[in-house]
C-alpha cells in the first residue's frame, strides 16, 4: 500500500544540535512538503521539492535545510535546533493534476523537542 | 499574513445536529481550495475539494464555494462522534505549487 512515512517518530534534542528528519513515500509522487504544526499556527509550509535533487523555500524556512536525494526520499535538517524549533513536523507526498495540485498524503509525523 | 481564515476557532455541536465552518482566502489569486481533516494526534487526511462555484455533496459533507467573494464553507449534517476533530482549510494560488492552510477550526461533537 502506497504511504508516507517518517523517522524518528519522537525526538528530543539539544539547543545548538543537528537534528535530521526523514521521509519515504511509497507514492511515485513527484511532489514532497515538509510542513510544521503548532497550536494556533496550523500546518505552516518549511520546504517542498519538485523531484529528485530539487529543493524550495516554503513559508518559513529560515533555520533548516531540506534534502531530495531520490524520487523517494525528503529529509529536513535543523543544523543547529533551537526551543522555537519543538513542534510536530509532518511531511507529505502529492502529485499535479495537470497545473494544480492534487490531494497530498500526509506522513504519521515526528514530535521533536529542542531542550 | 496569512492567506487563509478559517471560522470559527472551535465549535461545539450536539450528536445528530449540523456544523457549519467557514474559510475565506485574502488573496484573489485563489484557484482552488481544500478541507482536510485531523483527528487527534493523527495526521491530516483530504475531506473534500471544491473547484468551482456551487456545492459539493459527500455523504453527510457538504461543500459551498462562491470564487467572487473568494469562500468556501463546510456543512455536517448528522454529526457524529466520529467527526470530532480539527478541519482545516487549504487553498492553492496562481503560480503557486503549495498547499497553504488556514490554522483549522476545531470540531467537538457531544453526545
Known amino acids: 500500500e502506497a504511504a508516507v512515512t517518517q523517522s524518528p517518530r519522537n525526538k528530543v534534542a539539544v539547543t545548538g544540535g543537528k537534528v535530521t528528519l526523514s521521509c519515504n513515500q511509497t507514492?511515485?509522487?513527484?511532489?514532497m512538503y515538509w510542513y510544521r504544526q503548532d497550536t494556533g499556527h496550523g500546518l505552516r509550509l518549511i520546504h517542498y521539492?519538485?523531484?529528485?535533487?530539487?529543493?524550495e523555500k516554503g513559508d518559513i524556512p529560515d533555520g533548516y535545510k531540506a534534502s531530495r536525494p531520490s524520487q523517494e526520499n525528503f529529509s529536513l535538517i535543523l543544523e543547529l535546533a533551537t526551543p522555537s524549533q519543538t513542534s510536530v513536523y509532518f511531511c507529505?507526498?502529492?502529485?499535479?493534476?495537470?497545473?494544480?495540485?492534487?490531494?497530498?498524503?500526509f506522513g504519521p509525523g515526528t514530535r521533536l523537542t529542542v531542550l | 499574513q496569512q492567506k487563509v481564515q478559517q471560522s470559527p476557532e472551535s465549535l461545539i455541536v450536539p450528536e445528530g445536529g449540523m456544523a457549519s465552518l467557514n474559510c475565506t482566502s485574502s488573496?484573489?489569486?485563489?484557484?482552488y481550495f481544500w478541507w482536510y481533516r485531523q483527528h487527534s494526534g493523527k495526521s491530516p487526511k483530504m475531506l473534500m475539494?471544491?473547484?468551482?462555484?456551487g456545492e459539493k455533496e459527500e455523504g453527510r459533507f457538504t461543500v459551498h464555494l462562491n470564487k467572487a467573494s473568494l469562500h468556501t464553507s463546510l456543512h455536517i449534517r448528522d454529526s457524529q462522534p466520529s467527526d470530532s476533530a480539527l478541519y482545516l482549510c487549504?487553498?492553492?494560488?496562481?503560480?503557486?505549487?503549495?498547499?497553504?492552510f488556514g490554522t483549522g477550526t476545531t470540531v467537538s461533537v457531544s453526545p
Open positions: 475539494s471544491i473547484f468551482s462555484n
Open positions: 521539492s519538485y523531484g529528485a535533487g530539487s529543493t
Open positions: 507529505a507526498s502529492g502529485v499535479d493534476w495537470g497545473a494544480n495540485y492534487a490531494e497530498q498524503f
Open positions: 488573496d484573489r489569486n485563489v484557484d
Open positions: 507514492n511515485n509522487h513527484n511532489n
Open positions: 487549504a487553498a492553492t494560488y496562481q503560480g503557486g505549487r503549495a498547499l497553504i
